[in-house]
T-cell receptor
């Protein structure tokens, strides 16, 4: 079973910030929080990951709570092309194991 | 990010035939690649781990004789769906980790008539 819990769906207005929450209360000390998104009929796209510090890249920001039991992915200025299913995954890294996907959040950006 | 390609992007075949799907890492070498399957309106499910130079490891419930995996080089893994049936129709996706992060191919849509 996936070790994360996400809302099934969310709406966000175009141009506004989209904040996607994820609960991972059983995360282990060596596990990272990864975010991917999947646009319809495409392979998942890597967005960002972090261990305990907040992270930012050209796509998004990742805010991880101090106890690491939850995190929030922030898309600062959502566009229609950001409509996708967003997956939050906890993973110990190293590249030796496959990823366990939950159901994700279907983010719909409204014009 | 790293680039992973798949070929073909879609394939339609008759029941009973075999279909080969290729997964390539274009700008890095991958000793390990992963194969996933995704049915409509469902999430990705890990099928197997492809290991260069050794046998693949399969997840519970995945038939190794039906889904043949060959990882003959550091940039290529192939998945062959043998004796395909309509229930094998799905979206097949591979991934590879150049570092700790996995990058996914664009997927292959298999339709078995």
């Amino acid at each position: 079973d996936a070790k994360t819990t996400q809302p099934t769906s969310m709406d966000c207005a175009e141009g506004r910030a989209a904040n996607l929450p994820c609960n991972h209360s059983t995360i282990s000390g060596n596990e990272y929080v990864y975010w991917y998104r999947q646009i319809h009929s495409q392979g998942p796209q890597y967005i960002i990951h972090g261990l305990k510090n907040n992270e930012t890249n050209e796509m998004a920001s990742l805010i991880i709570t101090e106890d690491r039991k939850s995190s929030t992915l922030i898309l600062p200025h959502a566009t229609l092309r950001d409509t996708a299913v967003y997956y939050c995954i906890v993973y110990s890294g190293g590249g030796a194991d496959g990823l366990t996907f939950g159901k994700g959040t279907h983010l719909i950006i409204q014009p | 990010g790293a680039v992973v390609s798949q070929h073909p992007s879609w394939v339609i075949c008759k029941s009973g035939t075999s279909v080969k799907i290729e997964c390539r890492s274009l700008d890095f070498q991958a000793t390990t690649m992963f194969w996933y399957r995704q049915f409509p309106k469902q999430s990705l499910m890990l099928m197997a781990t492809s290991n260069e130079g050794s046998k693949a490891t399969y997840e519970q419930g995945v038939e190794k004789d039906k889904f043949l995996i060959n990882h003959a080089s550091l940039t290529l893994s192939t998945l062959t769906v043998t004796s395909a049936h309509p229930e094998d129709s799905s979206f097949y996706i591979c991934s590879a980790p150049p570092t700790d992060t996995q990058y996914f191919g664009p997927g292959t849509r298999l339709t078995v008539l």
